[in-house]
């Protein structure tokens, strides 16, 4: 199993490492969670600090019995696991934290509950160790609409308020989610079956489809959000195309985003056809401890 005998980056000195992964359904198979242990065993090699796990589906069955699994297996503790507003709840988005570099500073929230297709959770973190609110930063954990790229647009505008100053929170943020928006035009539309194409294209006035929706990100990024690969001037990894053999599209749709805060390190898992655990790639981020 390639994926767990690599070589994981270690964090950069005097780091919090953000990391988000979609695990696929929970990480659950015919009701079979050997999947979701494979993921934790490598959740707990790359070593989180915080971490937003999309996906975390029927994680709040049997009362939480996933959730502690999850949090056994990797030492994490649980911030918040927020089911999903469609779907009879089944789905849900999990951000869990390490105790020993970071604690939580009031208690975490919900937020737009009523506009979300999934969730949007923010959290206020405050490095161990620090006394005051000085190196305190914003948390956002989401995963925006899989099917309406119009909704994604709406969604991210609830988190456009983060990435500067504001009266009530820290100048400083981390976005974490799986924000279902292509970093790039296909090299042909043709490998996207047809049928998925609005999930991802403009559509234009007469119907037809023009080019990949970004405006999601780009509100985003317009806003005043940093992504880490322009601040350290590295190529964006693919985190999806390798699982589905119709659909083998090598994009970005897994982000993690900064507001005034310094960036060590970004790191997308390997891209590779033999990856099984889910249909997405593990992403991660280091940034500097907030003094």
């Given at each position: 199993?390639?994926?767990?005998?690599?070589?994981?980056?270690?964090?950069?000195?005097?780091?919090?490492?953000?990391?988000?992964?979609?695990?696929?359904?929970?990480?659950?198979?015919?009701?079979?969670?050997?999947?979701?242990?494979?993921?934790?065993t490598l959740i707990s090699a790359y070593a989180p600090d915080v971490l937003c796990l999309p996906e975390a589906a029927r994680w709040h069955e049997q009362d939480d019995r996933l959730l502690h699994l999850a949090e056994d297996a990797t030492g994490l503790k649980t911030a918040m696991l927020a089911r999903s507003a469609t779907g009879q709840g089944v789905n849900a988005t999990a951000l869990m934290f390490n105790s020993?570099?970071?604690?939580?500073?009031?208690?975490?929230?919900?937020?737009?509950?009523?506009?979300?297709?999934?969730?949007?959770?923010?959290?206020?973190?405050?490095?161990?160790?620090?006394?005051?609110?000085?190196?305190?930063?914003?948390?956002?954990?989401?995963?925006?609409?899989?099917?309406?790229?119009?909704?994604?647009?709406?969604?991210?505008?609830?988190?456009?308020?983060?990435?500067?100053?504001?009266?009530?929170?820290?100048?400083?943020?981390?976005?974490?989610?799986?924000?279902?928006?292509?970093?790039?035009?296909?090299?042909?539309?043709?490998?996207?079956?047809?049928?998925?194409?609005?999930?991802?294209?403009?559509?234009?006035?007469?119907?037809?489809?023009?080019?990949?929706?970004?405006?999601?990100?780009?509100?985003?990024?317009?806003?005043?959000?940093?992504?880490?690969?322009?601040?350290?001037?590295?190529?964006?990894?693919?985190?999806?195309?390798?699982?589905?053999?119709?659909?083998?599209?090598?994009?970005?749709?897994?982000?993690?985003?900064?507001?005034?805060?310094?960036?060590?390190?970004?790191?997308?898992?390997?891209?590779?056809?033999?990856?099984?655990?889910?249909?997405?790639?593990?992403?991660?981020?280091?940034?500097?401890?907030?003094?």
């Amino acid at each position: 199993m390639t994926w767990i005998n690599m070589t994981v980056p270690a964090p950069s000195e005097n780091t919090v490492r953000c990391m988000t992964w979609n695990l696929l359904l929970g990480g659950l198979d015919d009701g079979n969670s050997d999947r979701l242990l494979d993921q934790l065993t490598l959740i707990s090699a790359y070593a989180p600090d915080v971490l937003c796990l999309p996906e975390a589906a029927r994680w709040h069955e049997q009362d939480d019995r996933l959730l502690h699994l999850a949090e056994d297996a990797t030492g994490l503790k649980t911030a918040m696991l927020a089911r999903s507003a469609t779907g009879q709840g089944v789905n849900a988005t999990a951000l869990m934290f390490n105790s020993e570099k970071v604690r939580l500073v009031g208690e975490p929230v919900r937020r737009a509950e009523e506009a979300f297709h999934h969730a949007l959770i923010r959290a206020v973190f405050r490095p161990a160790g620090v006394a005051d609110e000085g190196g305190d930063f914003v948390v956002l954990a989401t995963h925006l609409n899989p099917f309406d790229p119009g909704a994604r647009l709406g969604e991210a505008r609830w988190m456009t308020d983060y990435a500067g100053q504001s009266p009530k929170f820290p100048p400083r943020a981390v976005l974490l989610g799986d924000l279902n928006t292509p970093d790039r035009e296909p090299v042909s539309w043709t490998a996207v079956p047809t049928n998925l194409h609005s999930r991802y294209r403009l559509v234009l006035n007469d119907g037809s489809f023009g080019a990949v929706d970004r405006r999601a990100v780009r509100a985003l990024l317009n806003s005043g959000w940093r992504d880490p690969h322009d601040l350290l001037g590295l190529p964006r990894q693919p985190t999806v195309g390798h699982f589905f053999p119709t659909e083998r599209v090598p994009w970005a749709l897994d982000y993690a985003l900064v507001a005034g805060l310094d960036v060590r390190q970004v790191f997308t898992h390997p891209f590779s056809t033999g990856f099984t655990l889910s249909d997405h790639l593990p992403h991660f981020m280091d940034i500097a401890l907030p003094a």
